[in-house]
T-cell receptor, first 111, second 116 residues
Framework: GEDVEQSLFLSVREGDSSVINCTYTDSSSTYLYWYKQEPGAGLQLLTYIFSNMDMKQDQRLTVLLNKKDKHLSLRIADTQTGDSAIYFCAEKGNAGNMLTFGGGTRLMVKP | DTGVSQDPRHKITKRGQNVTFRCDPISEHNRLYWYRQTLGQGPEFLTYFQNEAQLEKSRLLSDRFSAERPKGSFSTLEIQRTEQGDSAMYLC??????????????FGEGSRLTVL
């Protein structure tokens, strides 16, 4: 089946930029997503990118997509302690309506 | 709050018992999804409904699992003869037809199952 991989953990200092990386295998992915999960809360969509785009910026968030290498990244500028959470990369292929999620990257922001 | 709600939030049961979880999606959403999330993993797709029709099922959904959405509104997920390996967070999500090109899913807070 299709696979989405992420590194497990990232630690940054408050005010620095964070970059969370993701690789995927489905060459027919149409949309790619970043979801955020805070303790005790449901997953919340942060941003998404259509597969024919290579970059999308939304305030402090920048998404980069390298479709050739099947690599997606999320950059958070001026990272704050409130950004501490688990970030999930997900992709939607051509077949079916479900999303395939990566295992999540735990972001820890130190004051 | 008119988000996705799930009940119960926590369920502890003994191996072999049956459990049922309920999901109430956002009211105008016609698509409903069940996912399972184990500790340290991302959500894994289980099944998907469009209105009352169950359109997709994962291979993860063994014959002990059954999901229904009888009137196209709330959904139930039943697990029969629970096993310790069923211990997980069961997540429900819904989406709107207007979101069909973006695929945005709105998740509930989940129902945590512990099988002793």
């Amino acid at each position: 089946g299709e696979d989405v991989e992420q590194s497990l953990f990232l630690s940054v200092r408050e005010g620095d930029s964070s970059v969370i990386n993701c690789t995927y295998t489905d060459s027919s992915s149409t949309y790619l997503y970043w979801y955020k999960q805070e303790p005790g809360a449901g997953l919340q969509l942060l941003t998404y990118i259509f597969s024919n785009m290579d970059m999308k910026q939304d305030q402090r968030l920048t998404v980069l997509l390298n479709k050739k290498d099947k690599h997606l990244s999320l950059r958070i500028a001026d990272t704050q302690t409130g950004d501490s959470a688990i970030y999930f990369c997900a992709e939607k292929g051509n077949a079916g309506n479900m999303l395939t999620f990566g295992g999540g990257t735990r972001l820890m922001v130190k004051p | 709050d008119t988000g996705v709600s799930q009940d119960p939030r926590h369920k502890i049961t003994k191996r072999g018992q049956n459990v049922t979880f309920r999901c109430d999606p956002i009211s105008e959403h016609n698509r409903l999804y069940w996912y399972r999330q184990t500790l340290g993993q991302g959500p894994e797709f289980l099944t998907y409904f469009q209105n009352e029709a169950q359109l997709e099922k994962s291979r993860l959904l063994s014959d002990r699992f059954s999901a229904e959405r009888p009137k196209g509104s709330f959904s139930t997920l039943e697990i029969q003869r629970t096993e310790q390996g069923d211990s997980a967070m069961y997540l429900c999500a819904s989406s709107s037809p207007r979101g069909r090109h973006t695929g945005e899913l709105f998740f509930g807070e989940g129902s945590r199952l512990t099988v002793l």
